[in-house]
């Protein structure tokens, strides 16, 4: 069956970097996303990246991609007080085509 | 902007109601999703559909069933609720996906205790 693990919590100082991983197992996986959820809200589409790259930058977001270990981080970099929020990777499901597999979501909180 | 929209956001309801949890989105979008988010757990897919009139079940559909009669709005039913289904419900959309990035959008979510 389909898994998708990353650590329920992580926290760190405003201007440190964040770090937040995620191990999948659908190695079929056209694209792989970070989905973020701030308090209150529902989730939006943060970033993806590609399954043929291993990197991609985007401001201050930079998305690895290790796909022979099934491994995706997220690095944020500057973190600041309003980052603090659950961050989802996630992967198509074998359910449908049209689903997406979540993970159990990072809690990230920036310490001011 | 795509807009999905939840009818409650918050909502108490005794053991045995039938409560209905109803989601619309004004975007045309073809496939519509339930899940239920659990600290822990992340987001588990309950009941999904492509069309109107058509559902299919998720990882977790024990419990709960869906109408979709009109392509914009999609509603959870829960038969008779019990204290195991107080959650986070979150409603999302999407286009058919193609071969660009996919999307879902989600709503802001219903908070639901049984109490």
């Known amino acids: 069956g389909e898994d998708v693990e990353q650590s329920l919590f992580l926290s760190v100082r405003e201007g440190d970097s964040s770090v937040i991983n995620c191990t999948y197992t659908?190695?079929?996986?056209?694209?792989l996303y970070w989905y973020k959820q701030e308090p209150g809200a529902g989730l939006q589409l943060l970033t993806y990246?590609?399954?043929?790259?291993d990197m991609k930058q985007d401001q201050r977001l930079t998305v690895l991609l290790n796909k022979k270990d099934k491994h995706l981080s997220l690095r944020i970099a500057d973190t600041q007080t309003g980052d603090s929020a659950i961050y989802f990777c996630?992967?198509?499901?074998?359910?449908?085509?049209?689903?997406?597999?979540f993970g159990t979501g990072t809690r990230l909180t920036v310490i001011p | 902007d795509v807009k999905v929209t939840q009818s409650s956001r918050y909502l108490v309801k005794r053991t045995g109601e039938k409560v209905f949890l109803e989601c619309v989105q004004d975007m045309d979008h073809e496939n519509m999703f339930w899940y239920r988010q659990d600290p822990g757990l992340g987001l588990r897919l309950i009941y999904f559909?492509?069309?109107?009139?058509?559902?299919e079940k998720g990882d977790i559909p024990e419990g709960y069933s869906v109408s979709r009669e009109k392509k914009e709005r999609f509603s959870l039913i829960l038969e008779s609720a019990s204290t195991n289904q107080t959650s986070m419900y979150l409603c999302?959309?999407?286009?058919?996906?193609?071969?660009?990035?996919?999307?879902?959008?989600f709503g802001p979510g219903t908070r639901l205790t049984v109490t």
């Open positions: 996630a992967e198509t499901s074998q359910t449908g085509a049209n689903n997406l597999f």
């Open positions: 999302a959309s999407s286009l058919i996906r193609g071969r660009a990035v996919y999307e879902q959008y």
């Open positions: 559909s492509y069309d109107v009139k058509m559902k």
């Open positions: 659908d190695s079929s996986s056209t694209y």
């Open positions: 990246i590609f399954s043929n790259m």
